[in-house]
């Protein structure tokens, strides 16, 4: 396996920093053993940068781990229509009505396709501002001496003819397979500053020199991107409050693999002015009583080595849970991990006949996702005929049977396919808290030649249609929403949500499967680990609304759990982590902050549309 770097650096515009946050990368990425391609002041044009990107996206073999990385300002601009654009900005870049000289956003969405088709191993760094819906622009109040990297600019005949030839975008709602480290949420801006580096003042960006700082922390190589994104943006927002810097696509990667954590829930500990506190929320799960375990800065796990403190949930506010510690063994540091230790999600019924399997009826036993029931009472029932395995799933009609091998692997297997089914019906199940039942309404259809044929409750869908679907804001506040997708294989997907402070007005709406305003559709498919004899199975659409924002990545799951032994889910981990060794049912609390719950239900069917 090979490992390349693309480093780019547009250091115009009042720039100062591109330069030497480019040099700082060549420097850490050469230590992990990537080959390091530089493109600086006249490598960084706008037809020099695309010649060093394909020529990577030729050069590079499946399995190679590659990293592209820019640092400069990002641009933005908007038609009368509303409609936006993003673009990068090179070092050739010049304001000019006639031709357009960045590189727009669905340009590099085009690239990156061609990227991870060719390896799925890709992180993307992007140091500028990631301007996009609601962007305040420079003219925001910043810290002193800091300066912003971003550029608005007038919608023109150049920008409108270039967006017209510019590819389609290859994802809708972004590349699932490279992870994104981002200076910043879509509503804000990136800065850089003079900053003290051994013994000199040098300016770099804010992002850039945080990330170099937690990269070259002792055990980092253990961290996944969530972690090293959770450390990164406590140091950034020490500096420059309205920025925070996010991850996107596969995040719980461990750096620079396709290797994911098996603990994506934990949530950082931080200091709320002077007190302790977590960043946790109650649509996760956290509530005023609840426990987390607090480890020592650099540790990815709960050990008896690792464990510092007990922080216990006093508060909520917002994405702020206010804390107190006991059992310190010492003080826990700020940027440290801390674990949950309770669930609000309730158990599958699940029951066994046949032989006896001592692991399999442990894991059971074990698990907090699931509870062992008579048969009449279960969900799931898991028969030993033979040497198979067969799990059988009562909550369609009809039911619907998996054969897996009688062996370990096999009984591992089903225990896995059972809770994903659960932590997917948990998803189903959960409550309101605090918003009305009517403060989202809900509408969908399917697009067919770029117009929307709507659907109402029960009407079914076939595989290959494309659904949109649209949530609207009922409320008189603004509100962050989030559409999560429920597969007919309890697959769970977030499929598009708004950023930190992009909240969805009163009145307005959330549409997904919309490209500029023309319907699109999402393409519904059908599950790799499940036969289409099977017939019609149910899947969902699950509209989350809150009064605060949080991250909703940790209820993903991958699109298949296949047949191999590879890493668990997020949401797996996640709920069974929350869950270990505590009661299921905390009870009622008061909703300090408010969420609400919508769902689309709706039979797929397996056949295709007819061409």
Same mark, same amino acid.
Request: glycine letters at 10%.
């Given at each position: 396996?090979?490992?390349?770097?693309?480093?780019?650096?547009?250091?115009?515009?009042?720039?100062?920093?591109?330069?030497?946050?480019?040099?700082?990368?060549?420097?850490?990425?050469?230590?992990?053993?990537?080959?390091?391609?530089?493109?600086?002041?006249?490598?960084?044009?706008?037809?020099?940068?695309?010649?060093?990107?394909?020529?990577?996206?030729?050069?590079?073999?499946?399995?190679?781990?590659?990293?592209?990385?820019?640092?400069?300002?990002?641009?933005?601009?908007?038609?009368?229509?509303?409609?936006?654009?993003?673009?990068?900005?090179?070092?050739?870049?010049?304001?000019?009505?006639?031709?357009?000289?960045?590189?727009?956003?669905?340009?590099?969405?085009?690239?990156?396709?061609?990227?991870?088709?060719?390896?799925?191993? *890709?992180?993307?760094?992007? +140091?500028?501002?990631? %301007?996009?819906?609601? !962007? /305040?622009?420079? &003219? $925001?109040? @910043?810290?002193?001496?800091?300066?912003?990297?971003?550029?608005?600019?007038?919608?023109?005949?150049?920008?409108?003819?270039?967006?017209?030839?510019?590819?389609?975008?290859?994802?809708?709602?972004?590349?699932?397979?490279?992870?994104?480290?981002?200076?910043?949420?879509?509503?804000?801006?990136?800065?850089?500053?003079?900053?003290?580096?051994?013994?000199?003042?040098?300016?770099?960006?804010?992002?850039?020199?945080?990330?170099?700082?937690?990269?070259?922390?002792?055990?980092?190589?253990?961290?996944?991107?969530?972690?090293?994104?959770?450390?990164?943006?406590?140091?950034?927002?020490?500096?420059?409050?309205?920025?925070?810097?996010?991850?996107?696509?596969?995040?719980?990667?461990?750096?620079?693999?396709?290797?994911?954590?098996?603990?994506?829930?934990?949530? *950082?500990?931080?200091?709320? +002015?002077?007190?302790? %506190?977590?960043?946790? !929320? /109650?649509?996760? &799960? $956290?509530? @005023?009583?609840?426990?987390?375990?607090?480890?020592?800065?650099?540790?990815?796990?709960?050990?008896?080595?690792?464990?510092?403190?007990?922080?216990?949930?006093?508060?909520?506010?917002?994405?702020?849970?206010?804390?107190?510690?006991?059992?310190?063994?010492?003080?826990?540091?700020?940027?440290?991990?801390?674990?949950?230790?309770?669930?609000?999600?309730?158990?599958?019924?699940?029951?066994?006949?046949?032989?006896?399997?001592?692991?399999?009826?442990?894991?059971?036993?074990?698990?907090?996702?699931?509870?062992?029931?008579?048969?009449?009472?279960?969900?799931?029932?898991?028969?030993?005929?033979?040497?198979?395995?067969?799990?059988?799933?009562?909550?369609?009609?009809?039911?619907?049977?998996?054969?897996?091998?009688?062996?370990?692997?096999?009984?591992?297997?089903?225990?896995?396919?059972?809770?994903?089914?659960?932590?997917?019906?948990?998803? /189903?199940?959960?409550?309101?808290?605090?918003?009305?039942?009517?403060?989202?309404?809900?509408?969908?259809?399917?697009?067919?030649?770029?117009?929307?044929?709507?659907?109402?409750?029960?009407?079914?869908?076939?595989?290959?249609?494309?659904?949109?679907?649209?949530?609207?804001?009922?409320?008189?506040?603004?509100?962050?929403?989030?559409?999560?997708?429920?597969?007919?294989?309890?697959?769970?997907?977030?499929?598009?949500?708004?950023?930190?402070?992009?909240?969805?007005?009163?009145?307005?709406?959330?549409?997904?499967?919309?490209?500029?305003?023309?319907?699109?559709?999402?393409?519904?498919?059908?599950?790799?680990?499940?036969?289409?004899?099977?017939?019609?199975?149910?899947?969902?659409?699950?509209?989350?609304?809150?009064?605060?924002?949080?991250?909703?990545?940790?209820?993903?799951?991958?699109?298949?759990?296949?047949?191999?032994?590879?890493?668990?889910?997020?949401?797996?981990?996640?709920?069974?982590?929350?869950?270990?060794?505590?009661?299921?049912?905390?009870?009622?609390?008061?909703?300090?902050?408010?969420?609400?719950?919508?769902?689309?239900?709706?039979?797929?069917?397996?056949?295709?549309?007819?061409?």
């Amino acid at each position: 396996m090979n490992r390349y770097a693309l480093l780019i650096g547009s250091q115009i515009l009042g720039l100062h920093g591109p330069h030497h946050d480019v040099a700082a990368m060549g420097v850490l990425l050469s230590r992990r053993g990537f080959e390091i391609t530089q493109c600086i002041e006249a490598k960084a044009t706008r037809g020099e940068i695309l010649v060093a990107y394909r020529a990577l996206i030729h050069r590079v073999k499946p399995g190679d781990a590659v990293v592209v990385y820019y640092s400069g300002h990002g641009g933005y601009a908007e038609d009368r229509t509303g409609r936006r654009v993003q673009y990068l900005l090179p070092t050739d870049w010049v304001e000019d009505e006639d031709v357009f000289h960045g590189i727009i956003d669905a340009e590099l969405a085009d690239l990156l396709a061609q990227l991870t088709g060719a390896t799925p191993n *890709v992180t993307v760094i992007l +140091d500028c501002c990631h %301007a996009s819906l609601l !962007s /305040r622009g420079p &003219g $925001a109040a @910043v810290p002193a001496g800091i300066v912003a990297r971003v550029v608005p600019s007038k919608w023109t005949k150049g920008i409108a003819a270039h967006v017209a030839r510019a590819p389609v975008r290859a994802h809708v709602t972004g590349n699932p397979h490279a992870v994104r480290l981002v200076a910043t949420e879509a509503d804000r801006e990136a800065f850089e500053a003079d900053q003290h580096i051994d013994g000199m003042w040098v300016r770099r960006g804010l992002f850039t020199r945080a990330l170099e700082r937690v990269l070259e922390e002792p055990g980092a190589g253990a961290l996944s991107w969530r972690g090293v994104c959770n450390r990164v943006r406590e140091q950034v927002r020490a500096r420059a409050r309205t920025q925070r810097p996010s991850v996107e696509g596969p995040a719980d990667r461990t750096l620079f693999t396709t290797s994911e954590v098996t603990r994506p829930d934990a949530v *950082v500990y931080f200091e709320h +002015d002077g007190a302790p %506190a977590l960043r946790a !929320s /109650r649509i996760l &799960g $956290a509530r @005023v009583g609840i426990e987390y375990d607090i480890v020592r800065r650099g540790e990815t796990a709960v050990t008896p080595a690792s464990r510092v403190a007990t922080a216990t949930i006093t508060a909520l506010e917002g994405s702020t849970a206010h804390v107190v510690l006991s059992d310190l063994t010492e003080p826990p540091q700020v940027g440290s991990l801390a674990f949950p230790r309770q669930s609000p999600f309730p158990a599958m019924p699940v029951a066994l006949i046949g032989r006896d399997h001592p692991m399999l009826r442990d894991r059971v036993l074990a698990s907090t996702l699931v509870d062992l029931v008579a048969p009449e009472l279960a969900r799931f029932v898991v028969e030993t005929v033979d040497r198979t395995l067969v799990l059988t799933d009562h909550g369609e009609r009809p039911p619907c049977s998996f054969r897996m091998t009688d062996d370990p692997h096999g009984r591992t297997l089903a225990m896995r396919w059972i809770e994903r089914w659960a932590k997917a019906e948990a998803l /189903r199940a959960l409550p309101p808290g605090g918003l009305a039942d009517d403060a989202l309404e809900l509408s969908w259809g399917h697009a067919s030649a770029g117009k929307l044929v709507t659907r109402g409750p029960g009407d079914p869908f076939r595989v290959g249609e494309r659904i949109c679907l649209y949530a609207k804001n009922t409320t008189r506040k603004p509100l962050y929403m989030w559409v999560i997708d429920i597969g007919v294989c309890g697959e769970v997907t977030v499929v598009s949500g708004v950023a930190e402070g992009q909240t969805i007005r009163s009145g307005a709406t959330l549409a997904i499967g919309e490209d500029s305003g023309v319907p699109v559709g999402l393409e519904l498919t059908w599950s790799a680990d499940l036969g289409r004899e099977v017939g019609p199975r149910r899947e969902s659409f699950v509209v989350l609304a809150a009064d605060h924002w949080v991250d909703v990545s940790v209820f993903e799951t991958p699109v298949s759990l296949g047949h191999g032994k590879g890493q668990a889910s997020p949401l797996e981990d996640l709920l069974r982590s929350i869950g270990a060794g505590t009661p299921r049912d905390l009870g009622p609390q008061r909703a300090v902050q408010a969420y609400g719950v919508a769902r689309v239900d709706f039979d797929l069917d397996p056949r295709p549309v007819p061409a």
